[in-house]
């Protein structure tokens, strides 16, 4: 059994509800525009919003800020060797840097890329290179109430039959993303992984998994995969990793840090490494610190080693389970498995009488606030416009941060919210970027009635 001793804290103050709708209402009633210190249990993302180990405290204090020959990336270098297999590495400022290292060197105009499914920084670098993002997720996936294990799994026929369509020299790359974090979190099994590396092979397609929670992926394995009953979800994620050509992480996630990311390059793949080393002088720095302040690729590399720790994640992935079990008793539809950093919940079945087009994951998180100062995203039609997905609110639990009173004031916020849904009422987007990928993080919004 693992828990954590907390040595720092900091008072976290509930805004008065007048307070909290002035702050919504500045906000355009987007989320995304209200001040932290305006918000009491902060479920927005889990990325880079953990609480960091004593171990990486102190690891911060030997770092080393060499521009060049940094002997803390060496060391972040030899982390993600021993954790995930792979020892050249490409850092950068965080994943979506990564992702413009990664995707900007492979990407062409007209290429199309495939992925279980992407999330919204992916699909964005993928079209801001000119590519099309092409999601293949299994059917389950978008059945909230499906019984399956493996709800985040690449949906390997329906990938083959767009190759048939488009050919296979337009489809350069082939993404899995663990966990499938626009399904729900759901768990890939590494089985599906063999499947999807051997299809890249038959496309020739660089096979490329987004690894940002690779070892909360591997914890659901080892429960939910025979074949790795008694493996521990170290040796799980270093299966798993090794079918990649190259691997795209955010270290904010299951890096356990606040900042860093990176690109891995495997074997055989030199003309690709180079390429983006080239890419991440031009955008994020040498390549023996890509953005990042050597203290931070120190935090990052005591974090992949933490992040793989049995004990821990059993503690992380019960966190979540123990959320999802006081979303669900407060009536809310909740997402089932609950998945490994946030659970989900079905804004779209618990406000039906809100349609798409007025976004009702968008209302049921501004209420969310109103109600308990409990800050949530939506990830249905207003974050994903013109897919065809459920109206997904998402509540992502910081790693190492919340304890169980923040779930139970989580839960009876929702309970007070579920008791009147009849009075919620949809919003339309008033003012929006130019990329609409990236809508949700500034467009500003009114509700209907207003």
């Known amino acids: 059994m693992r828990s954590y001793a907390t040595r720092t804290a900091r008072p976290v103050d509930l805004p008065s509800r007048e307070e909290r709708a002035a702050a919504l209402e500045a906000a355009g009633y987007n989320l995304f525009g209200v001040d932290a210190d305006r918000v009491f249990v902060d479920l927005l993302t889990d990325s880079g919003t953990g609480t960091m180990s004593d171990a990486q405290w102190a690891a911060l204090l030997r770092g080393d800020e060499s521009y060049a020959g940094s002997t803390s990336f060496r060391r972040l270098r ?60 299994v059917p389950a996936a978008g059945d909230p109430d499906a019984e399956a294990p493996f709800k985040g799994n690449f949906d390997v026929d329906a990938g083959r039959a767009y190759v048939d369509d488009v050919g296979a020299e337009n489809v350069p790359v082939v993404v899995l993303t663990v966990t499938n974090n626009s399904a729900a979190g759901q768990p890939v099994s590494v089985a599906n992984t063999r499947e999807v590396a051997a299809f890249a092979e038959e496309i020739d397609a660089t096979f490329v998994i ?78 023996t610190y890509g953005g ?17 720790d049995d004990d821990y994640l059993a503690h992380r992935v019960g966190q979540v389970a123990e959320l999802g079990a006081e979303l669900a008793a407060a009536g809310l539809p909740v997402y089932e498995p609950v998945g490994g950093h946030a659970v989900y919940v079905d804004a779209g079945a618990l406000l039906d009488h809100i349609p798409p087009s007025e976004f009702p994951g968008q209302a049921l998180a501004c209420e969310l606030y109103l109600e308990g100062g409990v800050r949530t995203v939506e990830l249905g039609s207003f974050a994903f416009p013109e897919t065809d997905r459920p109206e997904y609110v998402r509540f992502a639990v910081p ?21 009147r849904t009849d009075d ?13 990928e990236l809508r949700h993080f500034s467009a500003d919004l009114r509700p209907l009635d207003a």
């Open 292 to 308: 990042l302040a050597g203290r931070d690729m120190e935090a990052m590399a005591v974090g992949l080693r933490e992040a793989v």
């Open 78 to 137: 030899e982390a993600v060797d021993e954790v995930m297999g792979f020892d050249r590495v490409v850092p950068a400022h965080q994943g979506r840097g990564a992702e413009n290292v990664l995707y900007g060197a492979i990407v062409d105009e007209g290429d199309h890329v495939l992925n279980n499914t992407h999330f919204d920084t992916t699909r964005a670098h993928v079209a801001a290179n000119g590519g099309e993002a092409v999601d293949c997720p």
């Open 210 to 287: 987004d690894a940002c929670r690779f070892a909360e992926n591997a914890r659901f394995v080892t429960e939910r995969e025979t074949e790795f009953d008694d493996a521990t979800a170290a040796e799980v994620a270093s299966e798993q990793l090794g079918y990649a050509d190259a691997v795209v992480m955010s270290a904010k996630k299951d890096g356990l840090a606040n900042t860093g990311g990176f690109v891995a390059i495997g074997e055989g793949h030199d003309d690709l490494f180079e390429r983006a080393k080239q890419r991440a002088i031009l955008y994020e720095g040498f390549p």
């Open 399 to 419: 790693r190492r941060t919340y304890h169980r009173e923040h779930f139970e004031h989580v839960g009876e916020t929702a309970a007070a919210v579920a008791d």
């Open 424 to 436: 919620l009422t949809g919003f339309e987007v008033v003012d929006e970027p130019p990329m609409a």
